[in-house]
């Protein structure tokens, strides 16, 4: 499959990648470099892409997973950016990766806290997002317009919701993306079927407008991949390989709730922060049973970790806040996992951190690198687009807007709806994996639905190296410690018989 990625196609393209020039060295693989990777491929331009860890090592596997239809920028009157992210959340849901990315319903809890006025504005927003959603082309049927329910049918919908004084709630959709990791898997792989050469484990340790020194992780190797034009999509690291951009970090923490916790979830929930006006909790129910609770925004100084840490005091205010609706309270104990991501987001100066631009910049240094920064998982492609333009003026557009990734015509595809999810079309290979050999149909953990074949699968063509790939990034099973720890002899069996 040439949309493959493995450890053989590693070294390969690593061995080519040193003795060639590339039209274009993009650096980081995350959502935005894997944009770049593929919108720059897809013009028909030679490209490396190298990443210091692994495909969606870093912020864009500790999202929310919502694919904005723009509603949150309208609230601060940024009309053109709220436009761009519908516009991006259609492309998205109809031609770019509809297996993984689908309508989500949310309800606003009306209660007492929330006073009639308030509804009444939350709901004017609400309607003002459907605009945008019709001005972007995409059908009511798809990402169906807000309504208000009685307080009957949104504990029907939430039975964990505090029935006491509970005047109803606003229901209203927007999009989400199965798994973000998944998203950035999907998209390196498709620019690897254009031609990418895909490098995981090469850390860029200097950037010049011709090229970087890059180091192998595995071997340790040091060498130079020359280029005609370099890319930084390093996210929040991108100060590191150009000093002249300046960043202020920004910690969101979500946390890791097991299926059982607060019961049957038919919809997420849009919770009021108390003392904000326009931030929600956000309750975001996964496909596969997890809940996540999110998310805080607090500054953060100092170097960038590579992970970052969760402190208690996030855990505390998310729990609050979550509670605050609910009829039985979610005790600490109850939270399998947390954990956090770090918004790169581009520094204004002055303000809080959670009112800088949420907008993306494209950068020239004095050594003419590109840098790609700030911006939003769901304005991905438009973030690649604008990078390339400004790389390389002379290529041919971009075709981003109507190609589809790797496995995204899953209609018809005879296979479990939960792999047609993750997998799209490529569900049916899985599928014939285990129909080839039944012991790859058990589970990874017990009373999970991860099988032993989405590993295989993993390793053989989604470019997972060892057992973090595995259970971090191709499958979430590491979102909860105590899961993690009980797939990890499987994790490490699977990759001993395939490597
Ligand atoms: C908590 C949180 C929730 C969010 N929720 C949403 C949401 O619901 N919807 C939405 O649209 N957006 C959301 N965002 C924003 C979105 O996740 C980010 O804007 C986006 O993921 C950034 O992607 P990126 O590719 O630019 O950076 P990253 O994903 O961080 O990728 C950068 C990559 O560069 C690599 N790298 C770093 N240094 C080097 C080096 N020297 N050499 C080689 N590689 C290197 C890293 O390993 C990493 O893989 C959220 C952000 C946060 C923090």
Avoid at 147 to 153: D, K, Q, Y
Avoid at 185 to 192: E, G, S
Wanted: net charge neutral; hydrophobic share 45%; aromatic share 4%.
């Amino acid at each position: 499959m040439e949309s493959s990625l493995n450890a053989v196609r590693r070294a390969h393209d690593l061995e080519d990648a040193r003795d060639e020039v590339a039209d274009l060295l993009v650096i980081g693989l995350g959502a935005t470099g894997a944009g770049v990777a593929l919108d720059a491929a897809a013009r028909g331009l030679s490209v490396v892409a190298v990443d210091a860890h692994d495909l969606a090592f870093g912020t864009s596997r500790w999202s929310s997973k919502l694919i904005h239809g723009g509603l949150r920028y309208l609230a601060t009157g940024r009309i053109g950016l709220a436009r761009e992210s519908a516009a991006e959340r259609d492309l998205l849901l109809r031609h770019i990766a509809p297996h993984l990315v689908k309508a989500q319903p949310f309800l606003m809890p009306l209660t007492p806290a929330v006073s009639a006025a308030t509804a009444r504005k939350l709901m004017t927003g609400y309607r003002l997002g459907d605009l945008l959603r019709a001005a972007a082309g995409t059908p009511k049927k798809l990402v169906p317009g807000p309504s208000r329910l009685g307080a009957g049918a949104a504990l029907d919908l939430v039975p964990a919701l505090a029935a006491d004084g509970l005047r109803g709630a606003l229901r209203s959709y927007d999009g989400r993306v199965v798994d973000d990791a998944r998203l950035v898997v999907a998209l390196a792989r498709t620019a690897a079927g254009h031609g990418a050469r895909v490098l995981t484990r090469c850390r860029a340790l200097g950037l010049a407008g011709d090229g970087a020194e890059v180091r192998d992780e595995l071997s340790g190797e040091t060498f130079t991949i020359k280029a005609r034009v370099v890319v930084n999509a390093t996210g929040v690291w991108a100060g590191e390989l150009a000093p002249e951009i300046a960043l202020r970090p920004s910690r969101g923490t979500h946390l890791v709730l097991r299926e059982d916790t607060l019961g049957p979830l038919k919809a997420g929930l849009h919770v009021p922060i108390p003392g904000e006006t326009s931030r929600f909790l956000l309750v975001l129910p996964q496909s596969d049973g997890h809940v996540l609770v999110g998310l805080t925004d607090e500054p953060v100084e100092g170097p960038v970790p590579d992970v970052a840490d969760v402190p208690e005091s996030d855990v505390a205010s998310l729990l609050g806040t979550l509670n605050s609706v609910l009829a039985t309270h979610v005790t600490r104990e109850q939270v399998a996992g947390a954990y956090a991501g770090l918004r790169p987001l581009i520094d204004a100066g002055t303000g809080r951190t959670a009112d800088l631009s949420r907008r993306h910049a494209v950068l020239k240094g004095k050594d003419g690198v590109i840098t790609v920064v700030g911006g939003k998982l769901t304005t991905y492609r438009r973030m690649a687009e604008d990078a390339v333009d400004a790389a390389c003026p002379q290529a041919r557009r971009s075709t981003t807007a109507r190609l589809p990734l790797v496995g995204a015509t899953p209609r018809g595809v005879r296979a479990p709806w939960r792999l047609v999810e993750r997998y799209g079309s490529e569900a049916e290979d899985i599928t014939a994996l285990i129909e080839t050999n039944r012991a790859l149909g058990a589970k990874v953990i017990p009373g999970g639905a991860t099988t032993w074949a989405e590993l295989v699968w993993a390793v053989r063509h989604e470019g997972a190296l060892d057992e973090h790939d595995l259970l971090d990034r191709r499958t979430r099973i590491g979102l909860i410690p105590e899961d993690r720890l009980s797939a990890l002899k499987v994790a490490r069996h699977v990759l001993s018989l395939e490597t």
